[in-house]
Nanobody, 119 residues
Framework: QVQLVESGGGLVQPGGSLRLSCAAS???????MGWYRQAPGNQREFIAR???????IYADSVKGRFTISGDNAKGMVALQMNNLKPEDTAVYYC??????????????WGQGTQVTVSS
């Protein structure tokens, strides 16, 4: 059974930094790992992802502020968040994806870690 566990969330002032970490288990490797977030009343929002070759993609809202890193073969991914803003407040979810074919992707999710940016 695939399991993902996030850590590193907390309370931080605007302009501050946090580093989120995620550890996954259950399969040998993932094709993609990344991060999403969800604020109350909102849809789940894509933040960043990294593939098995180390290529990264970021949402426009976090470009230049957040950095994703990881090792998909080991099931580990991290998100360094700098210059945090109040609008970054949300529950952050780790995501891992396995793509056995071009037509099919299997997604797995952690239970989330709370990030609150406030004075």
């Amino acid at each position: 059974q695939v399991q993902l566990v996030e850590s590193g969330g907390g309370l931080v002032q605007p302009g501050g930094s946090l580093r989120l970490s995620c550890a996954a288990s259950g399969i040998l490797r993932f094709d993609f790992m990344g991060w999403y977030r969800q604020a109350p009343g909102n849809q789940r929002e894509f933040i960043a992802r990294i593939n098995h070759s180390g290529s990264t993609i970021y949402a426009d809202s976090v470009k230049g502020r957040f950095t994703i890193s990881g090792d998909n073969a080991k099931g580990m991914v991290a998100l360094q968040m700098n210059n945090l803003k109040p609008e970054d407040t949300a529950v952050y979810y780790c995501n891992a994806a396995f793509t056995p074919t071009v037509e099919r992707t299997y997604n797995y999710w952690g239970q989330g870690t709370q990030v609150t940016v406030s004075s």
